[in-house]
């Protein structure tokens, strides 16, 4: 991915800090659907700046924050009466107590022990990855199963490794890794996410959309992984894993239903499209693919809007149900998938650019369009024209809802 006029303004100003000239030179990527949408508005660029964005209600968060303040002893209950929750969660795991409104911590030893547990440089339970018996670096859930499950082939300070061992427990994990001197293959999660809405916090018309924005429960596994060559990204193995890895964890997201794409599914039953490239698709495959891939070019076209979406955002589509979940990829939520919410009507146009100036003649797209990094199904099934029908019928203000309860008979792909 390339970075945006944020981040390239920051590093421009690194190179001529002394007062000496200095250049700059933005390479577009070849295989990315970022490059390919600015390849074609190049103005477009230097507009999109970086927003700022949080989520203040991260319960994650504000458990181990109170945690410090109740260290502090200053921690008044009508202080934080939008957490009043958290302070009862802390009065469960027996670390404070509440006396008229002050918030005491019952034991100095607990409350630090928990409150270790914590880092500032990332959300949720922290996996330990050791080399030789010795702390290599640490990452956290639900990153950490995707990157060091055992087979995973992990780049650390410039140096490979691969992972022989992955233990986690809720609170903590540790992953054991070997050198790995072969830098010719690199590995690739397998893996679903399956969304249960728990709450909605807000309904909005985006478009003809009725789209909701909720707290959801994510529960993540990982169940294998596929070696592929780093130069030609081909194939050449895959592997499922003993003991599958499940991670459940709380965030916020949205949910929205994309129309149905029927015009192109039915002229592709009937052979109009035998002439390009790319998989056989089945009927099923066909609606399954099209939600699949245009959830992958919004996820990809969030990045613009957003300044960090496919590093903090995550999105499944409910099989061939329409329904298509955006939500954020941190335990407690981080406010990314908030900022594409109020967004959605730029990212659905930037979305349809993507898919109709991409020349590649296959059913499925390529890595210009439909592909993702970071898909958890290997990049299938896709269907490129019904994705572009879809997001067609939605720029059009073609009207959907959710069904907050019926899409969990769907099968997920991510």
């Not at 015009?263 to 052979?271: C, E, F, P, Q, R």
């Not at 099209?290 to 992958?296: D, I, K, R, V």
């Not at 919410?341 to 210009?368: H, M, Q, S, Y």
């Amino acid at each position: 991915m390339i970075v945006s006029i944020t981040r390239l303004t920051q590093r421009i100003g690194r190179a001529g800090r002394q007062g000496q000239e200095s250049v700059a030179i933005l390479a577009l990527r070849e295989k990315d659907p970022i490059s390919s949408f600015y390849r074609y508005d190049p103005e477009k660029y230097f507009t999109d700046i970086d927003a700022a964005y949080l989520e203040p209600e991260n319960e994650v968060v504000g458990y181990y924050q109170l945690i410090a303040a109740a260290m502090s002893g200053k921690l008044k209950v009508s202080q934080f009466e939008r957490h009043k929750e958290i302070i009862n969660k802390l009065v469960e795991d027996n670390l404070v107590r509440v006396r008229d409104d002050d918030v005491q911590v019952i034991d100095a030893d607990s409350a630090r022990k928990a409150w270790r547990g914590y880092s500032i440089r990332g959300i949720g339970d922290t996996v330990q990855i050791r080399l030789d018996k010795k702390g290599l670096g640490e990452r956290s859930m639900p990153m950490a199963a995707q990157e060091l499950h055992p087979g995973a082939i992990y780049l650390h300070g410039g140096k490979n490794y691969i992972s022989i061992d992955f233990k986690y427990t809720p609170g903590l994990g540790r992953a054991t890794v070997v050198p790995h001197k072969d830098r010719s293959i690199h590995t690739k999660p397998l893996y679903s996410s399956m969304p249960k809405i728990l709450e909605i916090v807000q309904r909005s018309k985006i478009l003809g959309l009725n789209a909701v924005y909720c707290t959801l429960e994510m529960t993540q596994t990982v169940d294998g992984y596929v070696k592929k060559e780093t130069r030609s990204g081909n194939i050449v193995g895959r592997a499922d894993l003993t003991t599958p890895l499940i991670y459940t964890y709380q965030t916020r997201g949205f949910a929205i239903t994309a129309p149905e794409p029927v015009k192109s599914i039915n002229d592709y039953v009937a052979g109009k499209y035998n002439t390009l490239g790319g998989p056989q698709m089945t009927p099923s495959g066909l609606y399954g693919g099209s939600f699949h891939a245009l959830e992958h070019v919004l996820i990809e076209s969030s990045d613009m809007l957003t300044g960090g979406g496919t590093r903090e955002i995550g999105g499944v589509s409910m099989g061939d149900s329409g329904i298509i979940f955006v939500y954020d990829g941190s335990p407690g939520g981080n406010g990314a998938s908030k900022l594409l919410f109020g967004k959605l009507d730029e990212a659905f146009r930037r979305t349809k650019t993507i898919l109709e100036k991409c020349d590649c003649n296959t059913v499925d797209g390529c890595p210009l369009c439909t592909y993702s990094y970071h898909c958890g199904n290997n990049n299938s099934p896709l269907y490129k024209i019904g994705a572009l029908e879809s997001v067609e019928m939605i720029l059009a203000k073609a009207e959907t809802s959710v069904d907050t309860e019926g899409y969990a008979g769907y099968e997920p792909l991510v």
